[in-house]
């Protein structure tokens, strides 16, 4: 008899492990409770600009190993883009002053040798100061192990820590920061290219992966909300989704729980998880953008972070955006707008413009939230749990969300042989 592997949630890490077991043979049936697949990870068709854009603007690095295979099993691969080598160009809107971070596409971090490649204005002993990153525990403070200030840290170690952890980057976990170093700048530019879903997210990663599963007979429900778990004798015997909807499960079926910390907590008292969150502010503007722009450029100096080029739009990315939450759209929106203007090389009025403003979009990668972050195995034999809020050993990240999933289905397989 072929067991069943039911996957709460249909964001990136549920998706991620109900693609891994169906291709393992499990008969998989995905429930979700909102009425679009993709958590915060996904696109949508938005009337004030007349385009489809992503509720984030998410960017992948060749070296994100789980989401790149991941997207491979659903056939997507190819809709993640990029340069052919780690380049990065920055601007500093205050003094115009422009520059390229070139890491080339080796498999160690030859360009801090090169002064042509590196931060301008820094020295191979700015990067050496870096070092203790890379074993730093994730209970220490990133201000307590590497030096917040000088060029190389406003220029490159800000803007990238900023952009992984989602918080000032002097109260991160350093062990999540160190992560990303060892990932990134310390694995060469063989791992660093940027890559992005030029086709939209839901394109490359959600949508083909809803349709991978049920071209092949699995099962995708929306609007299907988990209300609770009935437990017998250590394990999960039934899925209640409200009334007569009750889903009795065989000996051998499993459970994955890749919902937001909130729901988890809901559905599983006892659990602990992260209680405080961080905001991300996007903007997306419908203009074709200058011949020649970058697809990612890094902006100091302003409101704007990073600024994304796509072929009939520019979008914007602010990380740690709570000071902006509140802020009128109208008012924020201009505030961008100069910044990109600035940035990007446009000029004119403020063209259709939309603000997506996402309060919770990620914890907070401070070393007391990180501890709150549970793993996945729980204390019923057959319920596993996923989730970029899970401990992955990474920030918040989509390659964090697809790790976890992938994580869960293989502790489902693992629980099935024994």
């Known amino acids: ?131 203790p990153l890379i074993w730093a525990s994730e209970e220490t403070l990133v201000g307590k192990s590497i030096p917040c200030e000088g060029v190389l840290y406003q220029r490159l170690v800000q803007p990238l820590l900023l952009a992984a952890l989602n918080v000032d980057p002097p109260e991160g976990s350093a062990g999540l920061a160190g992560a990303i170093v060892r990932e990134t700048l310390l694995a060469g530019g063989q791992a660093c290219r940027p890559l992005i879903a030029r086709d939209g997210l839901s394109d490359v990663l959600i949508e083909p992966a809803v349709k991978f599963l049920q071209e092949r007979g699995h099962t995708v429900q929306l609007g299907h909300e988990l209300r609770s778990f009935v437990t017998t004798d250590g394990k999960v015997s039934a899925l209640n989704f409200g009334g007569e909807d009750v889903i009795q499960l065989a000996a051998g079926d499993m459970i994955v729980m890749a919902v937001p910390p909130r729901a988890a907590t809901s559905l599983l008292p006892g659990l602990t998880a992260p209680t405080e969150f961080r905001a991300i502010v996007n903007a997306h503007f419908r203009i074709a953008p200058p011949p020649g722009s970058a697809p990612i450029l890094g902006v100091i100096g302003g409101v704007v972070e990073w600024l994304f080029a796509f072929p009939n739009r520019l979008s914007v990315t602010i990380s740690n955006g709570d000071r902006l939450v509140d802020m009128p759209r109208e008012e924020l929106a201009q505030a961008i707008w100069n910044d990109v203007c600035k940035a990007g090389g446009v000029s004119g009025e403020l063209p259709p413009w939309q603000i997506v403003r996402e309060r919770r979009a990620t914890f907070a990668a401070t070393p007391a939230q990180n501890a709150l972050r549970p793993g996945p195995v729980t204390a019923l034999k057959n319920l596993f749990l996923a989730g970029d809020w899970t401990a992955t050993g990474l920030p918040a990240t989509i390659e964090g969300s697809v790790r976890s999933g992938d994580r869960a289905a293989d502790l489902v397989l693992a629980a099935k042989k024994s």
């Not at 009337?47 to 998410?58: F, Y």
């Open 1 to 131: 008899m072929q067991n069943t592997a039911h996957i709460i949630g249909a964001g990136i890490s549920g998706l991620s492990a109900a693609v891994r077991l169906a291709n393992a043979g499990f008969k998989v049936a995905v429930h979700e409770a909102t009425h679009q697949a993709g958590g915060r990870c996904r696109s949508y068709f938005d009337g004030a600009t007349n385009l489809t854009i992503d509720n984030g603007n998410h960017l992948l690095l060749s070296g994100n190993s789980h989401a790149r295979a991941y997207a491979r099993s659903i056939g997507t691969e190819a809709g993640l883009v990029g340069p052919d080598s780690a380049q990065f160009p920055f601007v500093d809107i205050k003094t115009g002053q422009r520059w390229q971070i070139d890491l080339g596409a080796g498999r160690w971090p030859a360009w801090v040798l090169d002064e042509s490649r590196r931060v301008p204005d820094t020295g191979l002993t700015d990067y050496l100061k870096l070092a």
